[in-house]
Every structure is written in structure tokens, then in C-alpha cells.
């Protein structure tokens, strides 16, 4: 056990070595620098040749590279170019805000989404069944900022049940006003659900036909009972595996969500240094969010190993 | 089969976190707001610097604006007002500007203000080689006569100091501070003091009790809150959890005329939209050409359809119809296909003309004019092909090298306006134009105190470009500020920022 997750944890450290280049490469073959994204139609020679010294761009690119990432294994993410300020300092409040909402449509999302699923594959084919899994299926059709946009008509413009936008308000935090995450989160489960929904319904058909469920229906034991302990924990298994990695998702993918809502997390951070090329910024946002998806995945397969004890890790 | 202890644990786990969300979403009941009122301003775009001659976005600038002072400011209806300078003076010639400094000025870490910051903030805007060090004469020296008496002296007539005087990136830094702090804190004498700054989300203004102008600012607190959406931004106007939105968006400005809360406040400013023609370029090194291309543009038709009507008419050049020199005798001709016609065929284009117009969504409505555009320059024979490019590289890789491009421009005082693009190797003349009368007139202007020889030199060249077209310029762009109908005295500037000394709740 122990040599598999020491195996696991160095071949995470590669990948995110990997991501760290490709993200570099990447934004050096993206036109346009930092200092034309700041200096915009402002921008004359001169004043791009003063911005790039002072944010030390006239270094060659493999310079800014190594320098950036022996500073990274010494745990220093560097400076912002745009906002001038150390990156472990930005970075903190936003994982935090990003986290919160995450749970959030999490605990919103999972349940309803574990509940439909369940009821749908148990009953396949029925009008239920069909209802399910269509609203699912639009759910996850519809891109965020359609679905984000609509809620926002419907609850805040018209229904005024909820503020138009998530920005938090001086003196406050995500969990004092929990009313700003119910739209962006609303927002995820639209897209979370169907996936969920549709796993656990595939997997609930599969088990719903093993001999050992047909034996507790034939015994007589009530359905509730069957679905509960004998259906239901069967079925979860690879359901928890898509959970972990909409989690990683979760954090990666809220760009759109964050930015639709303008709440302040991680994926309107994303957005803002992509649009102004904040290199240090965007690698870091990159590598916290590979690393989700990474840690959140090795989790998923230890859940997987404690749930079902035919697998074991040497 | 019994349940095993993972799974157990993992539903106890859903359990939980179901029953807190619950319990959060409960809990949020709306806590009432204080006595005293925030205004709280909604912004689109996000931090850069709030270092004054370094400044380049709007929430910088207005952040600077509500936490230092300018030695003049130029009001919203372009009258001059004595800020940290009370009187200032020319000697003959122009060539030596003295201001008279207010006394008893303090800044806001406890400074005096005095000669010294005046001399630090202009050497400095120099060193630092601000936006505005590129339109400004250099002072061969700046001279304090005293503690509170400034001298600016130039050896050559510069009578349009105080166009530069006034702007935003001339707002006093203390000479005390280590220069590196100016990014990210605010030290001015200014009606405001900024109480938290969290990048990317809000910044919170107190009022400076010991502002030197009695009784203003009228607001205790005020706080500036970035907003990502533009939708995001109109909803949260109408729905009060803001009370002003700045730099509205056209699209947006119906909707919130609409609401019976909410109103719309659109001011003429000097912020306009252009047509860049290479004059070095065939076809447009052919001024029957370029004649042709002015008398295609239907300005009313752009106005309309890139702007909802909003804005003003601009006539190729960008001085506007309200300022003082503005000259009402060079006018282009109106939309005129036949007119365009008969050029193109005399420039040797009696098929019709094809161009190549790039664009690009980088900010104002340049696609849409540049769409309205090949609509109505269709009838006259000129068959535009629109090429919209990335926004990425727009303004590095599109504007200046190619040789049709769209442009949108900010206000500026009418001879930075005519100078920044128009004289010979201007750095941003992008349509590398040149011509000696205009060269020498602007040098005329530059050392002209009194208004009817200013009005004779600018009229002159307004007929001189209007005649020539290196671009079309036809439409003024509007600033428009989103408000709750309770707000009162917030009035958009001449330079696309605003005022918060004035502003009020009904």
C-alpha cells in the first residue's frame, strides 16, 4: 500500500512538471505579451521596453522558466506581473471562495442527482425514467452561461428570491451570506447532474439484474430494504470515481460560472491572467488545479479499494 | 450482504453535507444596512496600478481620483477649478507657468504639501516615462519659489500647459514615500482616504475628514466592487445591490432607462471611433480615394447602428462639436454614394473599389461600426471585406501594420488630440500622414495663450484634414453612467472617468 501511493504521489510530481512546461510553452507561443495586454493601444516601444525590464520579460524564455520553477520547489509561486503582489498571498481567500462553492454544489448536486438516478434504474424505461433522464440530458447541453443567465432572469430579475450577482460584499464572507452561491451552484448541478444521474443509473440496471439481488427480492425482503443494502452500495462504486473527478472539475471549470456570477474565486482568477498573459499567476492557478484533479482521482481510487475489498493495492 | 463500513461512512459523509447546506442556505436571511450609506460603484474591468503616472485601466484611475488631488481640475462642463494649486499665472510668453500652492494641505499619511511633491510628482512622471511624459513638454526646470509657490519653465512659448496639468496622470504623489508603495497604496491629499483594497474584488473608500475643501466629499463611504458580467452588472443595478455602474455598456443602457429605479446619465465626451487609412498604401495613397471612402460613410447609419443612437456625429477629425475651437465651416460632405462614385471613377475605379477592413472586438463597438460601415459603402462601389482578428494581438500585430484598420480613441484636449496622430512620425499616427502646414500650425498652437488665435490655427487645421482624410472619424463615443434614481451629482468627465467630490443620496 504504502509503495503504490509513494508510486502514485512521484508520478502526480511529473505530471505537474509536464503542465508547468506545456503551460509555459504555451503562453510563449500565445501573441502577445503582458506588457501589450496592460499597455493596450498605449503601447509604443518604448513604453513596452520599460514595462518588460521592470517585470524582467527581456530575459530569455528558458531563464524565466528555470528561474520561475527552482523558486516554485523552494515553494515561492513568485509575483503577479499584473497585481504586483506574492502569489501565495492572492491565492489562499480565492481557493477558499472556490472550495466553498465547490461543496456547495456538491452537497446540492450529489444527492438529488444519486436519489434520481437510483429511482430512474430501478424503474427503466418508464415515463420517470424518461423525464430523468431528459431534464438531464438538457442539463448538460445547455452551456453554463445559458443556464447561468436563465436563473439569473428567472430568480433574481423577476422572482427577486436571490442578489443578480455573487460578489462579496466588505465585512463578509461565502458562509455569512450564503444566498450568493445557491445560482452559480445551481449553475454546476446542472451540469453534474446528468452525469452522476446517468452512472448511477447504469450501474443500478447492472446490479438489479445480479443473482444475488434476485434471491433478496425472491425471499421477500421489501424493495426499500433491497435498494438500500444490497442495490445501493454496489452501485455507488464507480459513481464515487465520476464524484471525484467533477471535483477536480469543479475547481478547474467554475471560469465560466465565477465569471458569469462575478464571484471571486479561482476560475474568474484563471480568466483574468489568461486575458493579461500573468504568467506566474496562470502557472500556478494551472498546477493547483492539476494537482485537484491528480489528488482528487488517487483519492477516488483509495475510496474505491475501502468500498470494495476485492481490490488491493500491493 | 451487509453494508460495509466504507459505504456507511461515505452516506453518513452525503448526510452530513446535505444537512449543512441546509442549515447555510437557512441562515441567510438579508442583514440590514447601516445608517449611513455606502455608494457602492460597479466595475467591469480590473486592477492594474494605482501608481498616478503609471496608470492605465479605469479602476485605477478612479481610485486615484478619489484619493489624490490634481493642481487644476477640468469640470465635467470643462470650466478649470483650483484644486491644490489657488491661482496660476503665464508670464508673456508662456514660456514660465507659476501656481500659487493651497497651504495646510495634508497628506494622507500625515505629510505637509508643499512645493517639493509638486517638483517630485512631475520629475518623476518623467522618469517613469508615464503616458502622459509623451504629450507633455519637458520643463527645462521646475523651480520652487517657495514653500508654496511652483514655477514650471520651458525656454520655448507653451501656452497648453494646463491641458496636461489636468489630467489624471498628473495627480500629486507625496516626495516622502518609497515610489515602490504608489502600486498598491494611496497617499493623496484627496476627498477620500481607501480603507481595503482586495484585488479582483473591491476597494473601500472612507471620506478624509480633514479634506481641505469645506463640506465635500458629500458621501461617507464608498466602495468600488469588480463585477466580471456585464449582465451580472445591469441586474445588480436594478435589483439595488449597486448603486451606480460605471462605463455602461451601450447594449445595456435600454434596459436600464427602462426600470422605474434605475436611470441612465449619457454625456457627450471626446472618446471616438476611427477608420485608419495608410496613406503610404495603395489604394489609399490616392486622396480621390480616400474622398471616395469619406463621402461612403453614412455617420448617422454608424451612429445608429454601432452605438443605438447614443453619441454624437464627428466630422474626421477629433475635435468635438462643443469644443471652443471647433470650426463649423470645414465640414466632410454628408453621405453621398454618387458622390463616391464619381471620385472612384476619376481615381481610376470606375468598376468600384475592394478593400480589406480589419477589426476586432478590443473594446467600444468597432465590428459593428465597421459592419454598418460595408453596408452603406456597398451602393457607392467600395465592396469591404471585413476580417475580424483576436483581441489578443489587435492593437500589437493589426493596428498600424495593416493598412485599413478600426479604431476607437479617448478624449484628449484638442492639441494632444491633433498631435498624438497627425504630426509627421507621430508615435501612434496611424495613418502615417504627413504634411508640413499641419506640422508647423500645431507648433503655431503650442505657444498660443489667446482663444481667437487658437480658434484661427485649429479651424485652419480642421478644413486641412477634414479636406485631406487620412481617417474617417465618424461618430463621438458616449459615457454613459448606470445610477439608482437616489443618486445625485455624478457626473461623467471629458476624459471617460468621473467625479465623486459632488455626489450625493437624494
Known sequence: ?314 | MRLSNGSVRLLMMIALVAVMGALIAACGEDEEEGSSRTLRIGMLADYDTLDPPKLLGLPGTITVEATYDVLVMRNPDLTLQPMLATSWEANDDASEWTFKLREGVRFAHGKEFTAEDVIYTFNRMFEVESALASVMAKPTAIVAVDDYTVRFEFGTPNAVLLESIVKYHAHITPSDVDPARFALETFGTGPFRMTELVIGERAVFERNEDYWWEGHPLVDKMEYIFLTSPEARAEALKAGTIDVVFDLEISSIQTIEDHPDTKVIVAPSGSYMALAMDVREAPFDDILVRKAMQAATDREAILQGAQFGRGDIAYDHPIPPTATVFNDACLPPGYDPELAKSLLTRAGYPEGLDVTLYTSTAGAAMVEMATVFKERAAPAGINVEIVVVSEDNYWADTWMKKPFTTVWWGGRPPYEGISVVYVTGAAWGESFYSNARVDELLEIAFGQGDLEDQKETFGELQCIIVDEVPRIIPVFRPVSLGLRNDVQGMDPMWDGTMTVHRVYFE
Not at chain 1, 450529489?110 to 440530458?137: E, I, K, M, N
Open chain 1, 1 to 314: 500500500m504504502l509503495r503504490f501511493l509513494i508510486a502514485r504521489l512521484s508520478m502526480i510530481g511529473v505530471t505537474l512538471l509536464v503542465v508547468s512546461g506545456v503551460i509555459f510553452v504555451v503562453t510563449e507561443i500565445l501573441p502577445g505579451d503582458v506588457a501589450q495586454m496592460m499597455l493596450k493601444q498605449e503601447a509604443t516601444e518604448e513604453r513596452l521596453a520599460a514595462l518588460r525590464a521592470e517585470l524582467g520579460l527581456d530575459r530569455p524564455a528558458h531563464v524565466r522558466y528555470l528561474d520561475w520553477i527552482g523558486g516554485v520547489v523552494r515553494g515561492d509561486f513568485g509575483d503577479s506581473y499584473v497585481q504586483k503582489q506574492p502569489i501565495s498571498e492572492i491565492l489562499p481567500r480565492r481557493i477558499g471562495h472556490s472550495l466553498v462553492l465547490a461543496l456547495f454544489a456538491l452537497a446540492l448536486g450529489v444527492p438529488v442527482a444519486v436519489a434520481a438516478g437510483v429511482w430512474a434504474g430501478v424503474r427503466p424505461d418508464t415515463l420517470w425514467d424518461r423525464v430523468v433522464s431528459t431534464v438531464g440530458l438538457v442539463g448538460i447541453s445547455l452551456p453554463e452561461f445559458v443556464t447561468g443567465v436563465l436563473l439569473m432572469l428567472v430568480l433574481a430579475s423577476t422572482l427577486h428570491w436571490l442578489p443578480p450577482s455573487s460578489h462579496i460584499i466588505s465585512g463578509s464572507t461565502p458562509l455569512t451570506r450564503p444566498e450568493i452561491l445557491v445560482m452559480p451552484a445551481l449553475t454546476l448541478t446542472g451540469v453534474l447532474f446528468a452525469y452522476i444521474m446517468r452512472m448511477t443509473r447504469a450501474n443500478v440496471m447492472e446490479v438489479m439484474q445480479t443473482p444475488y439481488v434476485r434471491t433478496a427480492v425472491l425471499k421477500g425482503l421489501p424493495m426499500r430494504q433491497v435498494i438500500l443494502r444490497h442495490v445501493l452500495p454496489n452501485a455507488m462504486l464507480p459513481t464515487i470515481t465520476i464524484i471525484a473527478t467533477n471535483f477536480g472539475w469543479m475547481l478547474g471549470g467554475l471560469i465560466i460560472v465565477e465569471n458569469v456570477f462575478s464571484y471571486p474565486g479561482l476560475g474568474q482568477l484563471l480568466l483574468r491572467s489568461i486575458q493579461t498573459r500573468d504568467v506566474p499567476l496562470l502557472e500556478a492557478l494551472s498546477l493547483l488545479i492539476a494537482a485537484t484533479y491528480a489528488l482528487s482521482n488517487l483519492l477516488a481510487d483509495l475510496a474505491y479499494t475501502a468500498l470494495n475489498p476485492r481490490i488491493r493495492y500491493a
